[in-house]
């Protein structure tokens, strides 16, 4: 009995594994839509935004978050061509530009920091900003998680099914954090 077992080829099912990342989805956007909210009926009720210029690295880490998405499409479009040389590379270079992500985040803080704007101030506004980049950027530390269970399985001889779908669930969980940084990034620029 336990031999049949062991030859039985055991079925790889992704669609329970990719609701639990979708709702994941839901519940950061709508935890990031309560920190949003709260930010507009702070600002009103006190008559003021941050009131701040928005360091340069945060638009330089914009860029690099654009960048990374496009490479992680292009992985993805090698691993449905069957050119897995490319997908390594592309994931690398995703991987590499999520890592610039987090450096210019804290190069962003320390600008902030330097200009008097801390954490814990008088102002919510401003303490705000770093607890939504904050909380982001630990998405994107999980996101990277996601890209190197992606990089590590294509240098694997895993099931063709497992591989897609590691590069779905990265795919599926980078694209969301790209857009929602796009999102917080013009809502605090518009917000000032």
């Not at 062991?6 to 594994?17: I, L, N, T």
């Not at 506004?125 to 996101?143: D, R, T």
């Not at 890209?147 to 399985?153: A, E, F, M, P």
Request: hydrophobic share 55%; glycine share 6%.
């Amino acid at each position: 009995m336990v031999h049949t077992l062991q030859q039985q080829e055991v079925r790889f099912d992704a669609k329970p594994k990719k609701f639990v990342v979708w709702l994941f989805v839901v519940s950061s956007t709508i935890m990031f839509g309560g920190w949003t909210s709260y930010y507009i009926v702070f600002s009103a009720s006190k008559g003021k935004g941050h009131g701040l210029v928005l360091p340069d690295a945060f638009m330089y880490s914009t860029a690099a978050l654009l960048a990374s998405s496009v490479f992680l499409f292009l992985a993805s479009r090698a691993l449905r061509n069957g050119e897995k040389g490319f997908q390594q590379l592309f994931l690398w270079i995703t991987l590499a530009l999520g890592i610039v992500f987090g450096v210019l985040q804290f190069q962003a803080w320390s600008s902030l920091y330097q200009s008097g704007a801390a954490l814990i101030n008088n102002n919510a506004a401003i303490s705000l900003i770093y607890v939504v980049s904050g909380f982001h950027l630990l998405h994107i530390l999980a996101g990277i998680c996601f890209i190197l269970n992606s990089l590590v399985g294509s240098y694997r001889e895993i099931p063709a099914d497992k591989a897609i779908y590691r590069q779905e669930i990265t795919s599926i969980f980078w694209h969301f954090i790209d857009i929602l940084w796009i999102y917080l990034y013009v809502f605090l620029l518009l917000n000032s």
